[in-house]
């Protein structure tokens, strides 16, 4: 039987497309100038910014420790920034399709691998296109020569794209853990390896020097080629895939999507959960436990076994603290750990979330509202607690107090990062019932932006008495904050309940 | 006269200008059924919901075993066992492990045999080890009923239950709230299934869509 060409569906949906398009070209045009001019204008002075901030940098960093550690920085960013991208490249496909392709053009008898090799290859360049100006701007940053700069973005660049290009290939696999798939966890491990190092003041020369420029250069070569091997393969690649290896992602985008336009950052964090259930499907049952309130508390325990990495990530993240430290951080340690805890507490936080966005799960348990949202957060809260109190070792690196006094910084530290964590999870949706103001991208609600730093408000604030009055005192303000935080946060009734 | 365990009296809930729910009086008394029935918009769900405490009425009274309704009271939370359309479940725990949640959460007398026994019952033994993301909407709505069975209970609410139900599902739904009336237990229930209608309730409910 003849595959039917896909040019020639490109062309009809191409058509279809354009006979119902509402936009003048004039009008597209005019919304391409104001893109392309906003990006200009907004990209120059954020060029300016960070030459302004490197020129700093050379004068205020001018110890061997902090030398060392402003070096590796762009490969801290980078780094992180690859993991980050790598296992969103993996949550969605790399190569994923809208679920009107999945069921519309995916059953036809269409060349697979001519249809979706496009996607393949768009998700290859995306990967290089979002890369490149982070590692140009955090090699600014670190003082990099403009030679070594362009070999440094160029190299991080291929080496995003060719790591996408693999998680394609670990798509078409047959469900098997493949050798890619680890990409994500290895940047993230390297990172942490990178900051250990900073934090022992032992932080590698790794800046691309002259001596090693061909090194580099060869390295730089060998990754573009790999993603041309890649952007050549795709073709293979694509024809490989499953509609199950395709369709899950595309169902991801548009609800991600969805939930980004409404700055609704919490329900992009539930579809995420969701799809991460629903790649799982099934895992094996842990049952038993404490009767009463504690079976709620023991759940959480349950996840925490279901889902190590996410221990591992606390711990691992212990390191972040300590460089800060090791750097001359000083009082800004107790920010940074606060921070941390903040970030690292949301995925956590899962039950609260559950318990909070509607008011069926919470109904069925025999409690008072306060105390299933308060059962929900006892297990984080543990776990932040003790990461702030391992902390308060890297607080007596910069801070010369008691070692009473320490611990309850690196307390009420983890304390305040639970408080913001809390807030985040448990933040109310943009309400689009209320009065809208007017903007130029329509009728916006009131609390729509401050969506956006909802949990950096809390803990700024939790981290406020520490950083004015770095002491037991302090310290003491700054629990009080953080419980009246989340007593508000666990008594407040929800409208839907 | 047997004690109501349940009883409403002028019940009132307006939306704006709009009334959806005016002066309904309602006993269910320990072994009895109450099944309200009535077109899409008559203020069904609206009535469960005042009735559970879920949505605040404007006018009248909800009494549960003699004592006023504070569906914040852990008492009554112990009492009532409510399975609306909205239960969210915990996309990370298992079908097994939510039932077993509510069992041990309600202290529920050898927690582990009943949740199995229950899980037989609905279907399900073959998805214990499912996330609910991964069952049909047909098991979830067996997961939602589940979870009202595997808790001691003194009044059972559901609201609309053969929803999403085959034919098997709505024949165990039947024999299952029987039980429940012969256990000596009351049920209040919003329904459009005529044959549900007919096999539990003692007192048929009729609401009108407001004019």
Redesign the interface.
Do not use: C, K, Y
């Given at each position: 039987m003849r595959h039917t060409e896909s040019a020639q569906l490109w062309a009809d949906v191409r058509h279809w497309r354009r006979s119902r398009r509402t936009l003048a070209l004039g009008e597209a045009l005019q919304d391409l100038y104001i893109g392309v001019f906003a990006v200009l204008m907004l990209g120059s002075m954020l060029v300016s910014v960070l030459v302004n901030l490197s020129e700093s940098g050379d004068r205020a960093c001018v110890a061997a420790d902090c030398a060392a550690a402003r070096a590796l920085l762009p490969w801290l960013v980078v780094g992180l920034l690859l993991a980050v991208l790598w296992s969103l490249a993996r949550m969605v496909g790399p190569v994923a399709v809208s679920p009107g392709m999945a069921s519309w053009l995916l059953p036809s008898p269409v060349d697979r691998g001519e249809l979706l090799r496009g996607r393949a290859r768009g998700a290859a360049l995306l990967a290089s296109g979002v890369v490149a100006p982070v590692a140009a701007g955090a090699a600014t940053l670190a003082g990099f020569g403009i030679e070594t700069l362009v070999v440094f973005t160029a190299c991080a660049a291929g080496v995003a794209s060719y790591g996408v290009g693999l998680l394609a290939h670990a798509q078409a696999a047959p469900r098997t853990a493949h050798p890619a798939c680890l990409l994500g966890p290895l940047s993230l491990v390297a990172v942490a390896a990178g900051l250990a190092a900073i934090a022992v003041s032992r932080a590698p020369e790794v800046t691309p020097s002259d001596e090693l420029r061909w090194t580099w250069l060869v390295a730089t070569v060998a990754a573009w080629v790999g993603v041309a091997v890649v952007l050549v393969r795709a073709g293979a690649v694509t024809a490989r895939l499953r509609r199950r290896d395709v369709a899950p992602g595309g169902v991801l985008v548009p609800g991600r999507g969805g939930a980004l336009a409404t700055l609704d950052l919490a329900l992009m964090f539930d579809v995420l959960?969701?799809h991460?259930?629903?790649r799982?499907?099934?895992?094996?049952?842990?049952?038993?436990?404490?009767?009463?309130?504690a079976?709620?508390v023991?759940?959480d325990v349950?996840?925490l076994r279901?889902?190590p990495g996410r221990a591992a990530l606390l711990v691992g993240s212990l390191v972040v603290p300590y460089a800060v430290a090791a750097v001359g951080g000083r009082v800004v340690v107790v920010l940074v750990e606060v921070l941390v805890c903040f970030v690292l507490v949301v995925p956590l936080l899962?039950?609260l979330r559950?318990l909070t966005?509607?008011?069926?799960?919470a109904?069925?348990?025999?409690?008072?509202?306060g105390a299933t949202r308060a059962a929900a957060i006892v297990v984080p809260g543990v776990l932040l607690v003790g990461h702030g109190l391992l902390s308060a070792a890297a607080l007596h690196r910069t801070l010369d107090l008691p070692a009473g006094e320490l611990v309850l910084l690196g307390a009420a530290a983890g304390l305040g990062g639970l408080a913001a964590g809390v807030r985040w999870v448990t933040g109310r949706p943009p309400d689009y019932a209320r009065p809208l103001v007017s903007t130029p991208a329509g009728g916006v609600p009131t609390n729509l932006y401050g969506s956006v730093l909802r949990g950096f408000d809390i803990a700024v604030l939790t981290a406020l008495p520490m950083l004015l009055a770095p002491t037991g005192a302090g310290a003491a303000a700054s629990v009080l904050v953080s419980a009246a935080v989340l007593a508000h946060l666990c008594a407040r009734r929800e409208n839907?309940? | 006269m047997t004690q109501a365990v349940l009883s409403v009296r002028g019940l009132t809930r307006s939306f704006g200008v709009h009334r959806v729910l005016e002066d309904l009086d309602l006993d269910v008394a320990a072994g009895a059924a109450a099944v309200l029935v009535g077109p899409n918009g008559a203020g069904k769900s609206t009535a469960l919901r005042c009735i559970t405490g879920a949505d605040q009425a404007d006018a009248g009274t909800v009494e549960v075993l003699g004592e006023s309704l504070d569906e914040r009271s852990a008492t009554i939370r112990a009492a009532v066992a409510v399975v609306m359309d909205d239960l969210d479940f915990f996309p990370d725990l298992t079908v097994v492990e939510h039932l077993d949640l509510f069992a041990r959460a309600h202290r529920t007398p050898d927690a582990e045999a009943v949740v199995d026994e229950v899980l037989d019952e609905v279907g399900l033994t073959a998805q214990s080890g499912q996330l609910p993301v991964s069952l049909s909407s047909g098991q979830r709505r067996r997961l939602a009923l589940a979870s009202a069975f595997v808790r001691p209970r003194r009044l059972l609410v559901l609201d609309e239950p053969e929803q999403r139900l085959d034919q098997e599902g709505l024949e165990w739904l039947v024999s299952r709230l029987r039980a429940e009336k012969q256990a000596g237990l009351a049920v209040l229930l919003a329904s459009h299934s005529p044959v549900l209608v007919e096999a539990v309730a003692d007192d048929v409910v009729r609401l009108a869509r407001p004019a």
């Open positions: 959960v969701a991460d259930a629903s799982r499907g099934a895992v094996r049952p842990r049952r038993g436990g404490p009767h009463g309130v079976a709620l023991w759940r349950i996840r279901r889902h899962t039950a559950v966005r509607s008011a069926g799960m109904r069925m348990l025999p409690f008072g509202w839907s309940t | -």
